[in-house]
């Protein structure tokens, strides 16, 4: 089986040559029609399916039945999800590790307001080594924008670590 590098680029730190100063790229996000996507991304979506709707139990049984590894479906499984046209009542469930510092949720928790996004759920675990969990789960109004802009922008955000999207319903 052939495997395909990931659509999305992971956030890296490398340093600027000229400054010397750590950077991050940042991940990049692309709408392609469903004929230019490779078919393990579309069994990837395939499998992802049917574990939602519960017509698997296991990982194991989806990619059994979609045929692509377990390895291809982990690899990826965080990196596609379907785009859908009308974005409005969209709820997104992302999770991220943030510095515990003051002041770290409050400026994420603006960002997404200032987004136009409402805020459903917070949760965050207890800090340890000075580094706490963080889910969220929002919704989308008619005034969001652009999803990849609010993800790339909590990325590059001071004290947040880790950005994933988990869900978008």
Same mark, same amino acid.
């Given at each position: 089986?052939?495997?395909?590098?990931?659509?999305? @680029?992971?956030?890296?730190?490398?340093?600027?040559?000229?400054?010397? =100063?750590?950077?991050?790229?940042?991940?990049?996000?692309?709408?392609?029609?469903?004929?230019?996507?490779?078919?393990? +991304?579309? =069994?990837? +979506?395939?499998? =992802?399916?049917?574990?939602?709707?519960?017509?698997?139990?296991?990982?194991?049984?989806?990619?059994?039945?979609?045929?692509?590894?377990?390895?291809?479906?982990?690899?990826?499984?965080?990196?596609?999800?379907? /785009?859908?046209?009308?974005?409005?009542?969209? $709820?997104?469930?992302?999770? /991220?590790?943030?510095?515990?510092?003051?002041?770290? +949720?409050?400026?994420?928790?603006?960002?997404?307001?200032? /987004?136009?996004? @409402?805020?459903? $759920?917070?949760?965050?675990?207890?800090?340890?080594?000075?580094?706490?969990?963080?889910?969220?789960?929002?919704?989308?109004?008619?005034?969001?924008?652009?999803?990849?802009?609010? +993800?790339?922008?909590?990325?590059?955000?001071?004290?947040?670590?880790?950005?994933?999207?988990?869900?978008?319903?």
């Amino acid at each position: 089986m052939v495997e395909y590098p990931s659509l999305a @680029n992971k956030c890296i730190p490398y340093k600027n040559k000229r400054e010397n =100063k750590p950077m991050r790229k940042t991940t990049n996000y692309f709408v392609v029609k469903e004929k230019a996507v490779p078919e393990v +991304l579309l =069994k990837v +979506l395939e499998a =992802k399916k049917l574990m939602e709707t519960r017509r698997v139990s296991t990982v194991q049984e989806a990619v059994d039945r979609v045929g692509i590894s377990r390895s291809s479906f982990y690899k990826y499984k965080d990196d596609i999800f379907r /785009f859908h046209d009308n974005s409005k009542g969209t $709820t997104l469930t992302m999770t /991220f590790n943030i510095d515990d510092e003051p002041g770290i +949720l409050s400026e994420v928790l603006k960002r997404i307001a200032d /987004f136009g996004a @409402n805020i459903l $759920t917070i949760h965050q675990s207890i800090p340890i080594n000075g580094i706490a969990a963080l889910s969220l789960s929002i919704q989308l109004l008619q005034p969001t924008g652009d999803i990849s802009g609010l +993800l790339e922008g909590l990325e590059a955000q001071r004290g947040v670590h880790q950005v994933k999207l988990l869900a978008k319903e």
